[in-house]
């Protein structure tokens, strides 16, 4: 298969996240949106690792790094989505907004 | 580096570093240790200044008997020392004494030195005593430095200090709010002229690759620098020259710094402050040669505002107000003469109207104390049968500032006028209607304030004390004789042959002409006689017939209104326009009563508006996508 | 990628290693104190931080070796950051140790947060490769997003939080998706190795383009840059005061230090490809962060837009790179150098302000300068300063970016600058207007309850800090004093830091050294 493949259903998946993010209310669903992206962005990088660089790893490593990354991302901000709901009954970000102006 | 020699043979003149630096000190001391001092330190700034003073003496013998290059067929040492490298760029820290900073450290620190003693009696009594004596120092000493500059980083950094002195001392009071206001007024206009003058330092760094004044003047005569960008630099140089020397259409902020106390306002008007931006233009007279456009500008600004302040000062009843309106119109009459190549007239001019107007200003402020803060000259008149002494110096002030013969005014006033003749003759007549507004304005105030009847509730008025007294009758005597001191002031001639412009001329003297403005200044004050004094002449049905142009003249000509409205009107609502857009906000309540309605709705969350994340998200990623579209074209289209 | 023996040079890290010991250490130690000795923290921290600094000035001075393959470097530049992250963290903490007894629970953790984003932000100045790049800038932005929420039961800080992260991961998916297109087009991602490609590339791919334009929008993010700023105001306004400090200092320093690096050493070779794009940003981002901050009525939400108008000159500063001038280069850091001493003076009077008296907005400052003089005296200067008045850090550091700018021919750039810095000035001067004009609304009763007319009032919230309701603490004021000291060091002689500079940008710009 070419890159070129690869590229556009990594384009794709990303284009679907980032639909996520800006149309999703709940902060859950967003950050599910956001991890889309990444792995967008994960199969870019698995896939140009696999056609162009076969001997460094490079891609696959950015890769492992990105899935931790992300792993650890998760954690962090349902942490504070617990902590949201703790306080204020609700994860929806429309009713987040204390703040303004 | 440097055009200069580094070690000239005679050092004295490179002492005049000290002249500043003494009345930095003196801030810093006050401003320390004030309190412990008796009179909270004001001592210590005039002990400072007439330092200073002293060691002007001393730097003018230094000067005169130094061995320095000619630089523009002038007489001009440096003295720098290289403080510091980055890169390709040197930065210097030094001085630069020719006949233009000698004349101007002497008019600075006279002034000054009188200004603060006339403070001692006209501020006693004052809680913040010792702050206002220590800004004041720090306003001369910023001053002074900014005289000595010899590179336009080291001038950008003491003009900006200026500025904030200026805020500082205008705002003095700053209990009153219309005290506070002017201050803002005078801080932010001015700085809009600094970013013109920033940009045009900025410019001229880029063509030459220093701040160094000498080096920059050199590449320019030497003509290095192409003349669209010469007069593009001209012209923004020209821009915080127009701020700070309250040119057309910067000038408003001029009379609104009345709200300051007076004898801050002798010292703007004739020592510090508005005389920077004729420096600015004097000192880089190279440039504005080189760039004729330039000067045309200079010299139709120059107009504009001298006429526009005559006319002004005819018509305000505040005599503090009067005379500043009668300092723009002067100012543009110093612009004008330097954009007719009158560069000795326009520094002449400025040292009689410093000392003029220094006097006229100490004056109204004797006025005043004795009055009870009262500037409404309609509220005065006869004041010379309580005031003799303050009647006769400002009589003197009033006389030289109109061009009576004799005074110092009259001979720098024609010096301007020949300029103009010489250079620029199409604008002479305008010229003329300036000086004969002048002189009319001047005669009115006279007039109304000093003679006449007195009257009856101002029959407790009294004289000054002589602390304030002392400082006006030096500068009466300055305004009677300078004249005389500059038209001979060596062998050679007049002033035109210690000051000027790649070559010397003596003092002229054009018949004619002379002739012509002592008619138009005696007439005045003939007019003026019958107008105000014998009444002969009613003014009522002439403010009858030009009601609508008095009206425009009295409102200022708008100009404060249409800067008011496009503070409030423009930039205030495009400042709200954009944060609205910046949030997408509906919500008028959270605009206006921002803290409140905000905590109210609170855990309510009833405002479906902002601080929503979406719109942040969708913001950011419009913003991608526009930047990388805004990518493809820049790309592909090269 | 070349074999290296991996361990040989790994003593140069060993500062990097002791930080995260000492982290780990201040989490350990968290655990053995009793409550009321929480503040031993604090100074082991400082201590720590105070030796790191000796460790790093001594062991690295003058290193300018590659590690790791060329993933991490250990030069001037990033020593010059490194000691300025580290003191950074000193002031910060000091900062912090009033206001985190009052106001926060957890000490342990928020000093060893601290520590952590020091150690991130070391690494982000020192990595000369992408991925070590985002993992530095993930750790730091972690440490943020739970520094920013720290206020557990305060419903704006959890706001705070929940929109710091989620724009966060969305943006550094953003930045992963620039990276790895960036990846798949060229295949390196080693800086040296992009610049050699871009130097070569001629005609690129638009793939290419993309991905750096989507590189740079994931920086963008990071320092807050229009239109990439709206999360700004309101995670400064709802963060604990002294982690918006925080992050309105050190976050964007170290981004920068991030940014300065890639530009310089990754894409200098398409400068002109990417000047105009920052440059219009910049002048984009200084335009809004400084008209919008005219309408705040919150001082935290003013200083944010405010932030975000220095954002702008020094990204102006980034655009004016230049492969033979160090201008620009010196003058991103040194402004980052004057904007953090000047911010930090008027952020620490903010906090000791509001340890006072708990407030916050523009309006409650009014009469401060009869109240605290010094306090008032200190925020004024330094707000001065960041309008840019002689004297003072903002005036030199802005005057050089200025200057760079004008220099590489952006002298539309610099004018816009410079009239930003006027409208900056009309908006600090309302608030210092509001410190020594206005008079203090009502003060008596209301805020200070130990007024004349109730000498013993009672507690209110726990009398034991009673004494720090009337004045601030000498901490504080010690902090203070050393930041306005510092805005006057830069300000008025800045030439030992500018040397220090011009070494920093020789290791990035070896082109440019004097």
């Known amino acids: ?101 | 580096m440097g055009g200069g020699l580094d070690r000239p043979s005679m050092d004295l003149a490179e002492l005049a570093w000290l002249i500043p630096s003494l009345s930095f000190v003196a801030f810093f001391l006050i401003v320390l240790f004030g309190r412990f001092l008796p009179g909270q330190g004001a001592f210590v700034a005039i002990l400072a200044i007439a330092a200073g003073f002293a060691m002007f003496w001393v730097v003018l013998g230094g000067f005169l008997g130094a061995e320095c290059p000619d630089s523009f067929g002038q007489k001009t040492c440096t003295f720098n020392r290289e403080w510091f490298t980055a890169g390709s760029v040197v930065l210097s820290w030094g001085i630069i004494i020719d006949p233009l900073t000698v004349v101007m450290l002497g008019l600075v620190t006279l002034v000054a030195l009188m200004v603060q003693v006339y403070s001692l009696g006209y501020m006693h009594g004052e809680s913040r005593f010792g702050w206002y004596f220590a800004v004041h120092a720090l306003f001369v000493a910023s001053m002074l430095a900014l005289v000595l500059a010899d590179n336009f980083l080291l001038l950008y950094v003491v003009w900006e200090l200026v500025g904030v002195c200026s805020y500082l001392l205008i705002g003095f009071w700053y209990e009153r709010r219309s005290a506070a206001e002017a201050a803002k007024k005078a801080f932010i206009t001015t700085r809009i002229g600094d970013v013109g003058l920033l940009l045009g330092i900025l410019l001229l760094f880029k063509e030459v690759g220093t701040f160094d004044m000498s080096t920059t003047f050199a590449a320019v005569s030497a003509g290095e620098i192409g003349e669209g960008t010469l007069t593009a630099a001209a012209l923004l140089l020209f821009l915080g020259a127009m701020g700070k020397s309250a040119q057309f259409p910067f000038h408003v902020w001029l009379p609104d710094a009345m709200e300051g106390p007076t004898p801050v306002s002798a010292l703007i008007h004739a020592a510090t402050m508005v005389v920077a931006g004729v420096y600015l233009v004097a000192r880089a007279f190279p440039i504005f040669e080189a760039a004729p456009d330039a000067l045309i500008v200079v010299a139709a600004i120059g107009l504009i505002t001298a006429l526009m302040g005559a006319t002004m000062a005819l018509v305000v009843t505040d005599l503090k107000r009067i005379l500043a309106y009668s300092t723009i119109s002067h100012l543009g009459l110093m612009m004008l003469s330097l954009g007719a190549f009158g560069y000795t007239a326009a520094i002449f001019h400025h040292l009689a109207h410093g000392f003029s107007k220094a006097l006229l200003f100490l004056g109204a402020g004797s006025v005043m104390h004795s009055m009870n803060n009262e500037t409404d000259i309609n509220k005065m008149g006869g004041l010379r049968r309580v005031m003799p002494i303050t009647t006769l110096t400002f009589t003197v002030g009033a006389l030289s500032l109109a061009g009576i013969p004799i005074f110092a005014g009259f001979w720098s006033k024609d010096e301007v006028l020949l300029a103009v003749l010489d250079h620029k003759n199409y604008l002479l007549a305008f010229a003329l209607i300036a000086a004969f507004l002048s002189a009319m304005y001047m005669a009115r105030a006279l007039y109304v304030v000093f003679y006449g009847e007195l009257k009856a509730e101002n029959n407790h008025v009294h004289e000054s004390p002589w602390v304030m007294l002392a400082p006006m009758a030096v500068l009466a005597v300055l305004a009677v004789i300078f004249g005389f001191v500059a038209i001979r002031i060596t062998e050679a001639g007049g002033i035109g042959t210690f000051l000027f412009f790649n070559y010397p001329h003596g003092f002229e003297f054009n018949t004619g002409l002379g002739v012509g403005s002592i008619i138009l200044a005696v007439g005045a004050f003939v007019l003026g006689w019958y107008i105000y004094m014998a009444r002969r002449i009613s003014l009522g049905p002439w403010k009858v017939r030009f009601a609508a142009a008095i009206r425009v003249v009295g409102n200022k000509y708008y100009l404060d209104d249409l800067y008011q409205w496009g503070v409030d009107r423009v930039v205030m609502a495009f400042s709200r326009f954009v944060a609205l857009f910046d949030r997408v906000v509906i919500n008028d309540k959270a605009v206006n009563g921002p803290g409140e309605s905000v905590r109210r709705s609170g855990l309510n969350l009833r405002y479906h508006v902002t601080g929503r994340m979406y719109n942040y998200a969708m913001g950011m990623a419009v913003g991608a996508v526009a930047i990388a579209i805004l990518w493809w074209v820049l790309t592909t289209s090269t | ?514």
Request: charged share 10%.
């Open chain 1, 1 to 101: 298969m070419p890159l070129e493949a690869f590229q556009v259903l990594s384009a794709a998946l990303f284009c679907i996240g980032l639909y996520g993010v800006l149309a999703r209310r709940s902060a859950v669903l967003i950050l599910m949106s956001i991890e889309l992206m990444l792995n967008a962005v994960n199969i870019n990088l698995i896939a140009a690792a696999a056609h162009m660089d076969q001997t460094a790893f490079t891609g696959q490593i950015i890769a492992i790094f990105v899935i931790t990354v992300a792993a650890a991302e998760v954690g962090l901000a349902l942490a504070i989505i617990l902590r949201i709901f703790r306080n204020r009954s609700t994860v929806n970000v429309d009713e987040v907004d204390l703040m303004k102006w």
């Open chain 3, 1 to 514: 990628m070349p074999e290296t023996n991996l361990t040989s040079n790994l003593h140069l890290l060993l500062p990097e290693f002791l930080l995260a010991t000492l982290a780990f250490a201040v989490f350990a130690i968290d655990l053995l104190l009793p409550a009321n000795r929480k503040k031993l923290l604090a100074w082991v921290s400082v201590a720590g931080l105070i030796g790191l600094l000796a460790l790093a000035l001594a062991l690295l001075w003058g290193e300018n070796e590659e590690m790791y393959g060329g993933l991490i470097k250990v030069d001037s530049y990033a020593l010059f950051f490194k000691s300025f992250f580290i003191l950074l963290g000193i002031f910060i903490i000091l900062s912090s140790v009033d206001y985190v007894g009052k106001h926060l629970s957890h000490p342990g953790e928020y000093y060893g947060l601290i520590l952590f984003s020091v150690l991130a932000m070391n690494v982000m100045a020192a990595s000369r490769e992408i991925l070590t790049a985002y993992v530095a800038l993930e750790l730091m932005s972690f440490s943020f997003y739970i520094m920013v929420s720290y206020a557990r039961y305060n419903p704006r800080s959890n706001e705070a939080g929940i929109k710091y992260v989620l724009i966060g991961a969305f943006s550094s998916a953003i930045l992963l998706f620039g990276i790895s297109m960036l990846y798949s087009t060229i295949g390196v991602t080693h800086f040296a190795d992009i610049s050699a490609t871009l130097a070569n590339a001629g005609d690129a791919s638009p793939a290419l383009w993309v991905g750096l334009a989507l590189i740079l929008v994931g920086l963008g993010f990071k320092v807050a840059a229009v239109p990439f700023h709206m999360w700004a105001p309101d995670v400064y306004q709802g963060a604990p005061l002294p982690v918006t400090a925080y992050l309105a200092v050190g976050s964007k320093a170290a981004a920068f230090a991030l940014m300065l690096r890639l530009f310089a050493e990754a894409f200098m070779p398409s400068i002109d490809d990417w000047q105009i794009i920052v440059a219009i940003i910049a002048a984009i981002t200084m335009t809004v962060g400084n008209l919008v901050a005219i309408a705040q009525h919150n001082i935290k939400r003013l200083l944010a837009y405010s932030s975000i108008g220095q954002v702008g000159f020094l990204l102006v500063g980034i655009a004016a790179l230049s492969e033979t001038s160090p201008l620009a280069s010196n003058g991103v850091m040194l402004h980052i150098v004057g904007y953090s001493f000047t911010n930090l003076a008027v952020f620490v009077g903010i906090i000791a302000f509001f340890n006072m008296t708990g407030k916050e907005e523009i309006a409650d400052f009014s009469g401060l300068a009869d109240r605290h003089p010094f306090l008032a005296a200190a925020m004024a200067i330094g707000m001065f300063s960041l309008a840019g008045l002689p004297f003072f850090a903002g005036f030199t550091t802005k005057f050089y970016l200025f200057t760079a700018a004008a220099n590489e021919g952006l002298l539309w750039l610099a004018g816009l600058a410079i009239v930003n810095s006027l409208i900056s000035l009309y908006y600090y001067q309302v608030e210092i207007r509001h410190m020594y004009i206005q008079p203090a609304p009502d003060m008596e009763g209301k805020l200070e309850p130990a007024s004349a007319h109730n000498p013993h009032p009672p507690p209110v919230g726990g009398g034991a800090e009673d004494a720090s309701r009337h004045s601030p603490t000498p901490l504080i004021i010690g902090v203070l004093i050393l930041m306005v000291l510092g805005t006057f060091f830069v300000g008025v002689y800045p030439f030992p830091i500018v040397e220090a500079l011009d070494a920093a940008t020789s290791a990035i710009l070896p082109g440019a050294g004097s």
